[in-house]
């Protein structure tokens, strides 16, 4: 019967956990793709990037799709078989809340194993995609141009335009405004060319190179404007931006356990903490997705969802505390595991009358 029990629970808390983890990796995906979309309409990414990058955001996205959808997977089923007086049955069969959960704690087990390949493993690994095409982005800026549509660099700083492009790349009638804040907010350069091509040097530096042109510099409604004639005149549109392989967030899990800075710290802190906090989540869901038969649906989701946004609030800011050097690394973010944990045991000892059977067996000894 053990076995029996077990597959049942499995199999319903498994199907349950792939459609609730379908829907959230698509609304996450969908953000991503409404993001990578807008940047692609704005010409700062190429469209043919866009999916790519899409994908690439839903891994770095898992650290919060993963717990949440086992605790919810965990709180619907074992919910559902108190209205339908399932676990009533199981228990009045003679099987123990040992013999119910294990199944529940069986999947978590699993599910914990997949979210640490992806968070200490993969999820670097996406993020050092994720630079590589930026950089390569940044490199192919004017490549990527549409003519006729005006599209801006340099965090809008800069405003390009072209009329058309030949067959060699290089584009024709060019129109670029810079806002030159070192010499007052209001300052502004107008250049306009009539050919334009682009130039990327070793640390991925883009510059327009403009050819047979003419610039103009000053403060819009004065009239000390500079007039410049020009045959040939460079415009940095990107500033060097090589391919970002040693920030914190594409650096392998051991490189950062190497480390002795506290951002180090905190970002390999954080992605062990993903597979611990969906064992400690199946944990407490245990018991607190048990409801009366004839409770509300959805009342029990809410205190979950809840719950988990504290838990999840408490290790991010656990995580600035050490990158600040607010928290000892050796305290980190172990401490909000373990209160979680030992809440979770307390709440399933009190399910199994643990309380209650001790001051029974002192009431009987005495």
């Not at 959960?101 to 992806?118: H, K």
């Not at 611990?276 to 199946?282: D, G, H």
Request: hydrophobic share 50%; charged share 15%.
């Amino acid at each position: 019967m053990p076995s029996v029990i077990f597959r049942h629970l499995f199999g319903e808390t498994a199907k349950t956990w792939l459609i609730i983890t379908a829907v959230l990796v698509f609304l996450t995906l969908g953000i991503g793709l409404s993001r990578f979309i807008g940047d692609a309409a704005a010409g700062q990414v190429p469209v043919d990037t866009v999916a790519t990058l899409a994908a690439l955001s839903v891994v770095g996205n898992l650290d919060i799709v993963m717990p949440v959808s086992v605790l919810l997977a965990i709180m619907l089923v074992v919910g559902r078989l108190c209205r339908d007086n399932e676990m009533a049955a199981l228990m009045a069969g003679g099987a123990g809340l040992a013999v119910i959960y294990r199944p529940f704690i069986a999947l978590a087990t699993l599910i914990a194993l997949f979210a640490a390949t992806m968070s200490i493993i993969v999820a670097p690994h996406a993020q050092r995609a994720m630079n590589r095409l930026g950089a390569e982005t940044a490199a192919n800026a004017v490549q990527s141009v549409t003519p006729g549509r005006f599209v801006s660099f340099d965090d809008g700083r800069i405003s390009f335009y072209a009329e058309s492009r030949d067959d060699q790349g290089r584009l024709h009638n060019v129109f670029v405004r810079v806002l030159h804040s070192q010499k007052g907010p209001d300052r502004q350069i107008i250049v306009t060319a009539a050919t334009a091509r682009q130039s990327v040097d070793e640390q991925h530096a883009v510059t327009l190179v403009l050819s047979d042109g003419w610039r103009y510099e000053g403060v819009p409604g004065q009239a000390d404007y500079r007039v410049i004639r020009f045959d040939e005149h460079g415009v940095r549109l990107s500033p060097a931006r090589a391919i970002q392989n040693d920030d914190y967030d594409a650096m392998s899990t051991l490189t950062l356990m190497h480390s002795d800075d506290l951002q180090a710290i905190y970002k390999w802190q954080t992605r062990i903490s993903v597979p611990l906090s969906i064992l400690i989540l199946a944990l407490i869901a245990l018991p607190i997705g048990r409801v009366p038969p004839r409770a509300g649906r959805y009342g029990r989701v809410i205190v979950g969802i809840l719950f988990f946004v504290v838990y999840l609030n408490l290790v991010r800011l656990s995580g600035q505390a050490i990158e600040n050097g607010l928290l000892p690394p050796a305290i980190g973010e172990w401490w909000v595991h373990v209160v979680v944990l030992a809440i979770a045991i307390g709440l399933i000892a009190r399910e199994n009358g643990w309380p209650r059977r001790r001051r029974r067996r002192r009431g009987g000894a005495a």
